[in-house]
């Protein structure tokens, strides 16, 4: 996940973006993402939209694109500076959106939207770290060293169960010859008797 939006939320009533810090019996204290960083409390009435949770329309009506997806799109074109501000012109920030979502649902997602998007982003990409997604290759690495212990693991388990097996025979044995020692004594006794 490239910025890590879990503690990050937008509240209705208060501009900008903001920090959960801890929750309280009234609400929560949050933390302003701008450069003072100044604390406050937001009160159970305001709507908290935390942005892990927020999601841009696509023309497939079932589908949405997380907006730390959307984020990530962002960085890998245009980087954490973004040229464009809430501010730009209208048709400037439509072209922007259709970069970066080709297929957004135009219906659906408003100027207010983009707008919103674009300031988002600016405040995200100077207040938070961005941190590389894994490689590809990385993952496909850390599979195959675990699978080397699974294997070991699987290779020690089956050694037991075969090393066990050779006792089963024993008992097997073993209880097979009682049972024959048991069959000849009450023939010798019979011999005995005919005898």
């Known amino acids: 996940m490239p910025y890590d939006l879990k503690e990050i939320a937008a509240i209705s009533g208060m501009p900008g973006l903001?920090?959960?810090?801890?929750?309280?019996?009234a609400g929560v204290i949050v933390e302003?993402?701008?450069?003072?960083?100044?604390?406050?409390?937001?009160?159970?009435?305001?709507?908290?939209s935390l942005l892990q949770e927020i999601s841009i329309y696509t023309?497939?009506?079932?589908?949405?694109?997380?907006?730390t997806e959307v984020f990530d799109r962002i960085h890998q074109k245009h980087g954490a500076s973004l040229a464009l501000t809430h501010k730009s012109d209208d048709r400037d920030l439509t072209a922007f959106m259709g970069e970066i979502i080709p297929d957004y649902d135009r219906d659906r997602v408003y100027m207010s939207d983009i707008k919103k998007l674009v300031q988002w982003y600016h405040v995200v990409s100077g207040s938070l770290e961005y941190q590389a997604p894994a490689t590809e290759e990385a993952e496909a690495e850390a599979p195959a060293t675990d699978a080397k212990p699974a294997k070991k693991a699987a290779d020690t388990v089956a050694d037991e169960a075969t090393e066990e097996k050779p006792k089963a025979k024993k008992?097997?044995?073993?209880a097979s010859s009682e049972e024959e020692t048991a069959t000849e004594k009450?023939?010798?006794?019979?011999?005995?008797?005919?005898?």
């Not at 009450?186 to 005898?195: D, L, V």
């Open 186 to 195: 009450p023939a010798k006794k019979a011999a005995k008797k005919k005898e």
């Open 171 to 174: 008992k097997t044995t073993s």
């Open 32 to 48: 302003s993402l701008d450069a003072r960083g100044t604390r406050s409390v937001a009160s159970a009435r305001n709507k908290v």
């Open 59 to 67: 023309q497939d009506y079932d589908q949405t694109v997380p907006l």
């Open 18 to 25: 903001f920090r959960l810090v801890k929750p309280t019996r």
